[in-house]
């Protein structure tokens, strides 16, 4: 097993949210594939600023759920990287809550569809269900389980992960010891970065989980003029032109 350097058995994951996506763009609104929407111009800088935080950062190791809009996210952040690894996929993090819906004829009815998917903190809450009845107790066992595949890989000390929302908050709730309860307090802002290190046995099994940082934003460290939860900024109403 490969650590830190200063450390005995500590590893670093960088468990970033994907970039900015239009779930309103007409494409869309036309065929309800809101899985395969990729990341817009606002969601490309966000990813390429991520990538200029992170250059200076040794990353030997990459995965991401394999959706369009993480794949493109880590591939932006990667490209500032010297040597990068290679981009892996781990389908344990996908979202599936946000799923697929019926087409639609306009951004509204889009819009009050969307928004049955969700609750108001933005994540499945203890025992309620969401796509394929998935409980959000198992829709974290199986995001953890994925990190936990990742701490057991070998040859590595620095990880990137490139997930959703949804499954960034139930990794954070899970980091903090809190179960499924704590989703609601981890706002995660499109192409945001938490700092997650982890204290390992030799078999890669967890001994302490440490959260150092949460939602940073670097193309907006100081989140000036943020004033809206990602959900409520799209919701709303002039989030996205309106559709002719």
Not at 33 to 46: A, C, D, F, H, Y
Not at 105 to 123: C, F
Not at 137 to 161: C, G
Not at 177 to 193: H, K, L, R, S
Request: charged share 25%.
């Amino acid at each position: 097993m490969t650590y830190l350097p200063g450390t005995k058995s500590r590893r670093r994951v960088y468990l970033m949210r994907h970039g900015h996506v239009d779930y309103l763009a007409r494409h869309v609104v036309a065929t309800g594939g809101i899985n395969i929407v990729p990341l817009t111009n606002r969601g490309r800088l966000q990813a390429e600023a991520a990538g200029v935080a992170l250059s200076h950062v040794k990353i030997d190791k990459a995965v991401c759920s394999g959706y369009p809009r993480t794949h493109q996210t880590a591939s932006h952040v990667l490209a500032a990287q010297k040597n990068p690894p290679v981009l892996e996929i781990d389908e344990g993090l996908v979202e599936r809550a946000a799923g697929t819906i019926p087409p639609v004829k306009s951004r509204e009815e889009l819009i009050e569809a969307m928004r049955g998917r969700y609750t108001e903190a933005g994540v499945p809450q203890p025992g309620e269900r969401g796509e394929g009845g998935e409980a959000a107790e198992v829709a974290q066992e199986r995001a953890v389980a994925a990190i936990r595949r990742l701490l057991r890989a070998p040859e590595w000390h620095t990880a990137l992960v490139v997930a959703h929302e949804g499954i960034n908050r139930l990794i954070l709730s899970w980091a903090c010891g809190a179960g499924v309860n704590a989703t609601g307090a981890f706002e995660q802002d499109t192409g945001c970065i938490n700092m997650l290190d982890f204290d390992l046995r030799e078999d890669g099994e967890v001994l302490r989980t440490m959260i150092k940082a949460v939602n940073l934003t670097p193309y907006n460290w100081l989140k000036h003029g943020m004033n809206l939860t990602s959900l409520e900024a799209l919701f709303e109403r002039n989030a996205t032109e309106e559709l002719k």
